[in-house]
């Protein structure tokens, strides 16, 4: 049986279109069926013409299941990775990046990797990850009327510039704070490093079962991150007080209009999203080349040798207040004595 790849690409960049076609290619002469949606293929028609009309493409959906794919290629950034975990979310399909973009936190690979990429899927050289998700659901006046999901974060923010959105916040049933502030942000640990982290939120390793709510500009002495159980329910609701309306985004893709009243309740979604991994690149490591930190003087852990040459010295139990006052003292007057 041909064995099938999802590529899906930014196709509105000239060095993602150019990807694409050179990963069709590649996947094709490797005895694999490349698979892509009808408007990529559209697209890439248009942009190159005859080099990539040659290339067997077989059309997502109509042609192909895509649940039938054994992963998807995402030439691109982190926004194409997030476009590609909702196009898929219900076919289980793990995901490959390639990073096209800037930071590319969720990307496995960059641009100048882009053979090696193909070659990995080629011979099934990865392991899947599997992300925490958000569940989101909204309420106003005791009716249920939006749900939506996220890998990132939800954000619930002011729709009007010139004014605070008075919110608050609650976890697990019970009421935490009530601000004014420019919105709150519900993330996942994946998404602590985007638009939480520019919020001031923590970094949380991906592999730490959590979820984080971050407010924005709040108006309020306690406005601090919060770092919760990842079974924990997060919940804001929009005041009435001002009638302001608020806005709710679903990894910046997904937008709902948030009349006063509303609630948002966050969980952790049933559903995880699926990340193809080649490289077992610490966290910090990933942390450091993505953000460029400096490192200059670290001298890293001692070798095993060199542990297993501890010295015999023991540190000795800490000494009690009045014994440290009355070792000051005697220090005093034998010092005192020989002047």
């Given at each position: ?238 005041l009435q007080r001002d009638e302001e309306e608020g806005v709710l985004w679903c990894d910046g893709r997904r937008m709902m209009t948030l009349p006063p009243g509303s609630r948002v309740e966050v969980t952790r979604s049933d559903t995880p999203v ?66």
């Amino acid at each position: 049986m041909t064995r099938e790849v999802l590529i899906l690409a930014h196709t509105g960049r000239r060095d993602a279109v150019d990807a694409a076609v050179t990963v069709a290619a590649k996947l094709h002469q490797a005895g694999l069926r490349p698979v892509m949606l009808e408007r990529d293929i559209a697209d890439l028609k248009t942009s190159v013409g005859a080099a990539f009309e040659e290339i067997p493409v077989a059309v997502a959906e109509r042609e192909v299941p895509t649940s039938r794919c054994e992963v998807g290629m995402v030439l691109g950034g982190d926004g194409s990775i997030l476009r590609a975990a909702d196009l898929v979310r219900s076919a289980e399909l793990p995901l490959m990046g390639v990073n096209l973009g800037h930071v590319g936190f969720l990307a496995e690979s960059e641009r100048t990797q882009l053979d090696e990429s193909v070659q990995w899927v080629v011979e099934q050289n990865y392991t899947v990850e599997q992300r925490m998700a958000l569940d989101v659901q909204v309420w106003h006046a005791q009716q249920h009327i939006g749900s939506s999901w996220a890998l990132n974060e939800a954000s619930i923010e002011k729709a009007v510039r010139e004014r605070m959105v008075e919110l608050v916040i609650e976890i697990d049933g019970a009421p935490v704070s009530t601000f004014g502030c420019d919105g709150v942000v519900m993330a996942t640990p994946t998404g602590s490093t985007a638009y939480a982290f520019s919020a001031g939120g923590p970094v949380v390793w991906p592999e730490v079962q959590a979820l984080v709510m971050v407010p924005i500009s709040a108006h309020a002495l306690f406005a601090r991150p919060l770092v919760v159980d990842p079974d924990s329910i997060m919940a804001v609701e929009v005041l009435q007080r001002d009638e302001e309306e608020g806005v709710l985004w679903c990894d910046g893709r997904r937008m709902m209009t948030l009349p006063p009243g509303s609630r948002v309740e966050v969980t952790r979604s049933d559903t995880p999203v699926l990340l193809a991994r080649v490289h077992q690149t610490p966290f910090s490591q990933r942390l450091v080349d993505k953000f460029n930190l400096p490192t200059t003087g670290w001298r890293g852990p001692l070798e095993k040798g060199a542990r297993d040459r501890r010295g015999s010295v023991e540190m000795k139990p800490s000494e009690s207040l009045e014994q440290a006052a009355s070792a000051t003292e005697s220090s005093s007057a034998v010092q005192d004595g020989q002047q």
